[in-house]
C-alpha cells in the first residue's frame, strides 16, 4: 500500500497549501488594511477591500481544498460513503463560495447588469 501511503500524504500536502493561502491571504489582507487605514486620502475603500481581499483568499484557499477532498476520494478511498461525503462537502463549499461572492460584490449574480454602466 505505498501508492495509497504516498498519495495521502500528497493530500495532506495539498491541504495544507490550501489551508496557508487562506492564512497567508487573510493575513496579507489585513496587512494592507492596516497601511490604508490610516491615511485620510486611502481611508475611503479600504474596508471592502478588506473584505474583498479576505473573500478572495477564502475562495481560492477552498477551492484547493475541494482538489484535496475530490484525489482522496478518487484515489485513496473510493467507497460510495467517500463520494457521498465528498458529495456534501462540494456542495457546502459550493453555498459558501456562492455567499462569498455575493458578500464581496454586493449584488446577487443575476442582479450584476444592473451594476455594470452600459457601453456607450
Not at 14 to 33: C, D, H, N, P
Not at 73 to 88: A, H, N, Q
Request: charged fraction near 20%; glycine fraction near 8%; proline fraction near 5%.
Amino acid at each position: 500500500m505505498e501508492y495509497t501511503s504516498t498519495v495521502s500524504d500528497i493530500v495532506r500536502v495539498v491541504e495544507a497549501v490550501g489551508a496557508g493561502i487562506m492564512l497567508v491571504g487573510g493575513f496579507g489582507a489585513f496587512l494592507i488594511f492596516l497601511v490604508r487605514a490610516p491615511y485620510p486620502e486611502r481611508q475611503r475603500g479600504s474596508y471592502e477591500e478588506l473584505r474583498r481581499n479576505l473573500g478572495r483568499s477564502i475562495l481560492l484557499g477552498l477551492e484547493v481544498l475541494i482538489v484535496a477532498d475530490i484525489v482522496r476520494t478518487i484515489i485513496v478511498d473510493p467507497t460510495y460513503e467517500s463520494v457521498f461525503v465528498l458529495g456534501v462537502i462540494v456542495v457546502v463549499r459550493i453555498l459558501l463560495s456562492f455567499a462569498l461572492e455575493v458578500e464581496m460584490d454586493g449584488t446577487w449574480p443575476w442582479n450584476r447588469w444592473r451594476r455594470q454602466p452600459p457601453n456607450t
